[in-house]
């Protein structure tokens, strides 16, 4: 099972959850999940949409190659992130993707510039 890794009161990241998985963070009180995995992936939740939904969370399949994260992909991403109801989690297959949209998401949050952000992700070998 993957783990679930807390980043701040807002956001969350994973790799491929579980059923299980889904009903622990809505019992938890997350609000919505963003997938980032694309649909000829293997190993993805049958029906994870259909299953998060009647679990009462909001669901978003945004599918995101690592080599394709550039500075217009990350906008469309960081809008997406902004009007998802939080807690949120994020996942993708091994959470790789996932903790680099997020890194990306704080730091231009916080005002850091897209190029300065997406070094320090390449800095940490998440893309």
Same mark, same amino acid.
């Given at each position: 099972?993957?783990?679930?890794?807390?980043?701040?009161?807002?956001? %969350?990241? @994973?790799?491929?959850?579980? =059923?299980?998985?889904?009903?622990?963070? %809505?019992?938890?009180? *997350?609000?919505?999940?963003?997938?980032?995995? =694309?649909?000829?992936?293997?190993?993805?939740? @049958?029906?994870?949409?259909?299953?998060?939904?009647?679990?009462? =969370? *909001? *669901?978003?399949?945004?599918?995101?190659?690592?080599?394709?994260?550039?500075?217009?992909?990350?906008?469309?991403? *960081?809008?997406?992130?902004?009007? =998802?109801? #939080?807690?949120?989690?994020?996942?993708?297959?091994?959470?790789?993707?996932?903790? @680099?949209?997020?890194?990306?998401?704080?730091?231009? #949050?916080?005002?850091?510039?897209?190029?300065? @952000?997406?070094?320090?992700?390449?800095?940490?070998?998440?893309?």
């Amino acid at each position: 099972m993957n783990i679930v890794r807390k980043i701040n009161d807002q956001l %969350a990241i @994973a790799g491929q959850i579980t =059923l299980d998985q889904l009903k622990q963070i %809505a019992d938890e009180g *997350y609000k919505s999940v963003l997938n980032l995995r =694309l649909p000829d992936e293997t190993g993805l939740l @049958a029906d994870e949409q259909e299953k998060t939904e009647f679990l009462g =969370l *909001y *669901y978003v399949n945004f599918p995101t190659k690592t080599e394709d994260i550039n500075h217009q992909s990350m906008l469309q991403i *960081y809008k997406t992130i902004a009007e =998802l109801p #939080k807690p949120t989690l994020i996942h993708c297959d091994n959470s790789i993707r996932s903790a @680099a949209i997020v890194l990306l998401y704080i730091a231009i #949050k916080q005002g850091i510039t897209f190029e300065k @952000a997406l070094q320090k992700v390449i800095t940490l070998g998440l893309i």
